[in-house]
């Protein structure tokens, strides 16, 4: 059974995002250097390497889906089907790498996320929505890459959401430190 995971780059201080998010700077200000552990090498390839094979499909916020159509090229996995969860509902939309994107409120894109994703898991893309599926109960795991990077403000994962995390496996240490929690 696939489980909902957010898999998130997040700042020393608590960022998901630099600030001045735009379509300029997707990742806001600064924010592009959340993800450059996923260009090293030794442990931070091998957790890419499993981020990146246990992907059966996304639940993706709107604004996400706003700011990373062009960026990405299509999904953001090519193929791999990707849920937008939206007020503003239309018709799928095929990705120019083959990934096609549904638009649909929060539960029917979860339930469709997890019939799409089979065996693998369903990964969770954008703070606003990690936050409303953290509310809802419908958030299984975290997947933490605590990155070496102090922004001084941006956008917060869960911001105004409580909930409580459990520690599952060891932390994983390269550039970036990995680690996994079950939401409990």
């Not at 608590?14 to 260009?39: C, S, Y």
């Not at 929060?106 to 065996?119: N, P, S, T």
Request: hydrophobic share 45%.
């Amino acid at each position: 059974m696939s489980k909902v995971v957010l898999d998130v780059s997040m700042s020393l201080d608590g960022f998901t995002a630099g600030p001045n998010v735009r379509a300029e700077e997707p990742m806001g200000d600064g924010g592009e250097r959340l993800h450059e552990w996923m260009a090293g090498g030794g442990p931070d390839a091998r957790v890419f390497e499993e981020v990146n094979a246990m992907v059966g499909a996304t639940v993706i916020g709107r604004r996400t889906f706003d700011l990373g159509l062009r960026p990405w090229g299509g999904t953001p996995w090519p193929g791999v089907p990707s849920f937008v969860v939206t007020h503003r509902t239309r018709e799928d939309l095929l990705g120019d790498n083959g990934g096609t994107f549904a638009f649909d409120g929060l539960e029917a894109a979860v339930r469709r996320a997890k019939d799409a994703a089979g065996d693998k898991d369903v990964l969770v893309m954008g703070a606003d929505v990690a936050g409303q599926l953290l509310a809802a109960g419908l958030l299984d795991e975290v997947f933490l890459h605590l990155a070496p990077v102090v922004l001084g403000q941006g956008t917060s994962v869960f911001a105004g959401h409580v909930g409580e995390l459990v520690p599952q496996g060891e932390a994983v240490a390269g550039v970036a430190t990995h680690r996994r929690y079950r939401v409990r």
